[in-house]
């Protein structure tokens, strides 16, 4: 079971970005699935997450520094979630990690330590 995160890279403040988190290995589509992000000297930190409220619905949240400018969805045909990045800011520069658990609920998203599953992390570099 894997999970696999990429897009990023270099963006200019002001600017958008995707990223994307592929699952493999079984699908996610009942997971929990986040975003976290870490930057240099810094803990891991919460950035968005969704829940499913049925095989086709979900409900999305988001940390107070990045609602309103990212977007957090997902596709489960092709197993995938995506974070849409907008109106970015040089405080947004950090690695990006995906996660998944099939037990989380609402409660308990923002958490990282009980997710299960990780992706490696892909870059997002903001220049101002």
């Known amino acids: 079971v894997q999970l696999q995160a990429s897009g990023g890279g270099l963006v200019q403040a002001g600017g958008s970005t995707n990223l994307s988190c592929v699952g493999s290995?079984?699908?996610?589509?009942?997971?929990?699935m986040g975003w976290f992000r870490q930057a240099p000297g810094k803990e891991r930190d919460f950035v968005a997450a969704?829940?499913?409220?049925?095989?086709?619905?979900?409900?999305?949240y988001y940390a107070a520094s990045v609602k309103g400018r990212f977007t957090v969805s997902a596709d489960t045909a092709k197993n995938t979630m995506y974070l849409h990045m907008n109106s970015l800011k040089a405080e947004d520069t950090a690695i990006y990690y995906c996660?998944?658990?099939?037990?989380?609920?609402?409660?308990?998203?923002?958490?990282?330590?009980?997710?299960?599953?990780w992706g490696q992390g892909t870059q997002v570099t903001v220049s101002s």
């Open positions: 969704i829940t499913w409220n049925s095989e086709t619905l979900y409900s999305s």
């Open positions: 996660a998944a658990d099939l037990t989380l609920r609402s409660g308990s998203l923002s958490v990282k330590d009980n997710y299960k599953y």
């Open positions: 290995g079984r699908t996610f589509a009942s997971d929990s």
